[in-house]
């Protein structure tokens, strides 16, 4: 296996990833050429535009905010490394099961706000870091007892315990940083339980 360090076969994943954030955030923020209004995840608007249910992992309120999910990617990239991964496709796979099953416990949650106290949140959310928080629960878990396989494909993640320790103290923190004002505690929450679902499967 490659160095922690160095270029890998699968590096390619997070240049993608990173690169298509970067992409965007310039089409949007910069030229101006693509308004965001079009793109955030709005639960009223889903059925109409379930589009939005991809799209909105894709845009950013502002740099900092690029910034910080870019961060998550290298973090991650660095677990999964020392994870020792084995798939040249998970990390994309990954993202994409997350942006329906992130969708899917927000739904849930606005539908029994709906039922029981007769109300429908009314929001915009978007950004990249649902997906990061989903594979900082898995990674946790994965850095615990390890993974051979995901979804009957290989991925070779043993357990390691300088992957636990790291990735128990940026949970912590993020847990604790999701409750600041115009932080999505609910995307956060809904990502991290994700992953750990997806760790059982």
């Not at 990249?128 to 898995?138: D, N, P, Q, R, V």
Request: proline share 2%; glycine share 8%; with cysteine.
């Amino acid at each position: 296996m490659a160095s922690n360090n160095s270029i890998s076969k699968y590096d390619w994943q997070y240049i993608l990833s990173a690169s298509l954030l970067i992409l965007i955030f310039i089409l949007t923020d910069l030229i101006g050429f693509i308004d965001k209004e079009y793109f955030y995840f709005v639960p009223r608007l889903i059925s109409d535009q379930p589009y939005r249910i991809f799209t909105s992992i894709l845009i950013h309120a502002d740099l900092n905010h690029l910034l910080s999910n870019l961060g998550g990617i290298i973090i991650t990239r660095y677990f999964l490394m020392r994870l020792g991964i084995k798939s040249r496709f998970f990390y994309l796979k990954f993202i994409f099961i997350c942006s329906f099953l992130n969708f899917f416990v927000i739904w849930i949650y606005e539908k029994i706000l709906s039922y029981f106290l007769n109300f429908y949140p009314n929001y915009a959310a978007l950004g990249f870091s649902g997906i990061i928080y989903a594979l900082f629960g898995f990674l946790l878990l994965t850095s615990f007892y390890g993974k051979k396989y995901f979804l009957g494909k290989e991925i070779g993640f043993k357990s390691n315990y300088e992957v636990q320790k790291i990735s128990k103290t940026i949970c912590l923190i993020g847990l604790i940083f999701s409750f600041l004002p115009g932080v999505s505690l609910l995307g956060h929450l809904s990502g991290f339980l994700v992953g750990c679902f997806l760790f059982l499967i």
